[in-house]
């Protein structure tokens, strides 16, 4: 899916929703523990009850890998779940020398390989160029740089400043030399919103995914004010407020929900913004 | 097993070899592909070959992971082949928010939940303390850190300077404040000899796992002239020089041969050190 898509799937849903798929098996409505693969269907259930208010989906792949094979498979078995004009977002947190990066690239990216290919998949830093590069030769494939994260930690380098800008603003600018806003985008902490009007001055074009919404702490309109361009440029993510909104019978509907009620502020906020 | 463990190991073997297992499908000797999973029988076969002549193996896992779940699979059983005197690293450069690098602890370190049990991870430093902290929890597990890593990329942030450090230098700096050498090691590439020095005046006491010798360039010598601690200190790296010596029925023999060459030339340094 490239940029323009993108975007009209955002003016078509009303949504720049993404949800996070981060099921725990001790979270889960009980009756589901009936089925051979509980997270699975899980996630289809919630899938099936909130696609058409969400633009996104991503799973954190911790989230399976804790899990070794078996959760390796619910992890396949749910990107094949996702509809195909979903957008799809491999939230790994990869990066390697670069023969290596090549290898996540087809875990990710090569259905043929590893039978899934997210659209996208979220890439650490710290390892520069050649770690990011391999995953960008896969054509109308997304690299989603972490750049200010949502958590505490994120103070420890990501603030670092150095011949004038922070850590974090050096990765925004230097690897705008290494692909455009068609096929990177970058990770921006909803926690941290006095930050965006100085993100959007140095990657005014690109999209940007803000985790930490809901039970991090992060205010929707706060992210908005500064955050959004003229292709509404957020994906704005939601897990465990969607996911656990309910613990019963109709827990998806209870998650349609809480989708819903962030669909709908977001339509407001994309209509006084003149972007639908 | 603990740092005094792992230099008993190293006293013993007259080693400090680390056997990178990245194997590809396509590099595999011919006759491994009748097996039902041949790069299973690759890694026994250079196991079992090697054992004896190396202190740690360190699967990578973008090189399983790119395979979907055959090759998960594949990682679970070659981790349950390794000897369990043979300290395990999983090259698997994770980290994220503290809940879900927990998972990824779960994911390397908790067998019940995965099926393996690493001895240790390598963890990337962007994301800060609370990315980090999840796997310290886990007893007797050791969380190797991203410095200074081998490739091109390194020179992208890692040298990046900062009130009086480097990226790569806050990062031996600031984590040490985590968790002591008995939990801590950190990754720094055969590369940079010229670094080890300086290096060493940061963290004296910690292990440092040493990638880049062989295919990447960096020379044993080098890294050891100021490398080596009082505990020896270092596990070097190699992995394509070893495992693809041979393409025939005798590869594991030459495999074999080349462990034994960085062997003999490690247990010459160690007894110029007087390590042994």
Chains 1, 2 share one sequence.
Not at 125 to 152: Q, R
């Amino acid at each position: 899916m490239n940029k323009e898509q993108l975007f009209e799937q955002i003016q078509k849903k009303k949504s720049f929703l993404c949800i996070g798929l981060d099921p725990v098996l001790d979270k889960l409505p009980k009756h589901l523990l009936k089925y051979n693969d509980p997270i699975l269907e899980f996630n289809k259930q919630l899938i099936d009850a909130t696609y058409d208010l969400c633009i996104a989906y991503k799973p954190n792949t911790a989230f399976y890998e804790s899990r070794g094979v078996k959760g390796w498979e619910t992890l396949v078995n749910t990107w094949k779940h996702i509809p195909k004009d979903v957008f799809t977002i491999a939230d790994a947190k990869r990066g390697d020398i670069g023969n290596t990066s090549a290898m996540y690239a087809e875990a990710f990216f090569n259905e043929e390989s590893s039978q899934m290919s997210f659209d996208s998949i979220t890439v650490a830093p710290y390892m520069g160029k050649d770690s990011v590069s391999p995953f960008l030769e896969h054509p109308n494939k997304w690299v989603i740089l972490l750049a200010l994260t949502s958590n505490e930690g994120s103070q420890d380098f990501q603030i670092k400043q150095s011949d004038d800008q922070k850590l974090y603003e050096q990765v925004l600018t230097t690897s705008q030399k290494w692909a455009n806003s068609e096929q990177m985008m970058y990770v921006v902490g909803a926690t941290k919103p006095e930050e965006f009007q100085n993100i959007r001055r140095l990657v005014p074009d690109h999209f940007l995914l803000v985790p930490g919404i809901g039970a991090q702490g992060g205010s929707l309109s706060a992210v908005c004010q500064n955050g959004l361009n003229s292709r509404c440029g957020l994906l704005v993510n939601s897990a465990r407020n969607i996911i656990y909104a309910g613990n019963g019978l109709d827990f998806a509907e209870k998650a349609r929900e809480e989708a819903l009620v962030l669909q709908q502020e977001m339509e407001q906020i994309l209509i006084a913004s003149k972007l639908i």
